[in-house]
């Protein structure tokens, strides 16, 4: 009984491919998150939805698209995939905004 | 944006408390201190957090400074499986932002 659950766990893949990343939280939570972390090990907020509307989008390429089809689901679409973007993505979730958060696994997205 | 500044590594004995310091100087009065885990190729686990009293949990003990300028994270009895990088995170318009943190080794 995952809390929060990541598919794929890894994705390679090539320049300019289309790909997605499925998050799903089992938790009941409102809120949730995708991070970014980089060959630094610098994890950085992405975006995050509160009961299915965006609330926080940083400075991320219009490529980067969530979409939310429910409150315990939170998809990460990537377009036009670039060498830059390989990391490993983060999936979050908090009962609201503020609250603690609980992550995912992570999905390690390697560009060639 | 409160930053937070911590050391970038520090060992520690097995069965011994750890002490993970905290600077946040420029913390905001209803800014609170967060301290999350990432334990290798894992991803981050929520510890404990507070604003002004100290807090305790069945993981960890969290000791605020009175001028909440500082803070400190307890693990009372460090095991092996507490090795892990800690990041100490004071909360912005609801975001984590995470910095390096502290990697800390638990040695046997």
């Known amino acids: ?112 | 944006d409160a930053k937070t500044t911590q050391p970038p590594s520090m060992d520690c004995a097995e069965g011994r408390a750890a002490n993970l310091p905290c600077n946040h100087s420029t913390i905001s009065g209803n800014e609170y201190v967060y301290w999350y885990r990432q334990i290798h190729s894992q991803g981050p686990q929520y510890i404990i957090h507070g604003l002004k009293n100290n807090e305790t949990n069945e993981m960890a003990s969290l000791i605020i400074t009175e001028d909440r300028k500082s803070s400190t994270l307890i693990l009372p009895h460090a095991t092996l499986r507490d090795t892990a990088v800690y990041y100490c995170i004071v909360l912005n318009d609801y975001k984590l932002s995470f910095g390096a943190g502290t990697t800390v080794t638990v040695r046997a």
């Open chain 1, 1 to 112: 009984d995952t809390a929060v659950s990541q598919t794929p766990k890894y994705l390679v893949t090539q320049m300019g491919n289309d790909k997605s990343i499925k998050c799903e939280q089992n938790l009941g939570h409102d809120t949730m998150y995708w991070y970014k972390q980089d060959s630094k090990k610098f994890l950085k907020i992405m975006f995050s939805y509160n009961n299915k509307e965006l609330i926080i989008n940083e400075t991320v390429p219009n490529r980067f698209s969530p979409k939310s089809p429910d409150k315990a689901h939170l998809n990460l679409h990537i377009n036009s995939l670039e060498l830059g973007d390989s990391a490993v993505y983060f999936c979050a979730s908090s009962q609201d905004w503020g609250d603690e958060q609980y992550f995912g696994p992570g999905t390690r997205l390697t560009v060639t």
